[in-house]
């Protein structure tokens, strides 16, 4: 978090947009910092360097797009993406555990995958190849874009606005941000084990 600071404010709005963007929907989600990135911005706007108007309306429709390419990309693209082989950005097991929390979340998961590293980068190509309607898709796409960088973008402004010596805490506060966005991903891989032990 302490070098992810100076890098948001060396990328301005069109770094933080375009990080969020390419990890809604370009399939390098896996390795950007979509949770943390949005709660340090936030935590830059409590301290003058950014404006936070400008970083919910942008963040979130960096979102929204991000997702939407993604959608189409699997439409068109799909058997194709899915069939390559692993590479750092890319491996099979993602798309198993996106495709395990599609089944049992079903439509929802569009607005829930948000919140779950590697999944929500999956989870809109995997819409796309098993043709949801876009209408539901966008419903959920632009509910779940605006939940996700609203709550993280003002947490991290609130908590620079309210707490003393916030930097003292920045490492326990990301930290609790990425189990927190990891839960669901272990209750799955839980599950996953009962059902085959």
């Keep these: 978090m302490q070098t992810l600071i100076p890098l948001i404010q060396g990328a301005g709005y069109l770094g933080i947009f375009g990080a969020i963007f390419a990890e809604s929907g370009l399939l390098i989600g896996v390795i950007l910092p979509g949770d943390t990135l949005l709660f340090a911005s936030g935590l830059l706007a409590s301290r003058g360097f950014l404006n936070i ?59 829930l995958s948000r919140y779950v590293p590697i999944v929500r980068t999956i989870v809109p190509i995997l819409a796309g190849v098993g043709n949801m309607p876009y209408k539901t898709f966008i419903t959920y796409n632009i509910i779940g874009g605006i939940t996700w960088c609203v709550s993280l973008l003002l947490l991290g402004y609130f908590l620079g606005t309210t707490v003393p010596n916030i930097d003292a805490y920045i490492l326990p506060i990301v930290g609790f941000i990425f189990v927190i966005s990891l839960i669901p991903l272990i209750r799955q891989f839980v599950s996953h084990k009962r059902e085959h032990n």
């Design 53 to 111: 108007t400008v970083l919910l309306v942008g963040s979130t429709l960096a979102a929204i797009l991000g997702d939407s390419v993604g959608y189409w990309m699997g439409k068109k693209f799909g058997p194709r993406i899915f069939n390559r082989e692993d590479s750092f950005f890319f491996k099979k097991a993602y798309v198993a555990r996106a495709e395990s929390f599609f089944k049992k979340y079903g439509k929802n998961t569009i607005f």
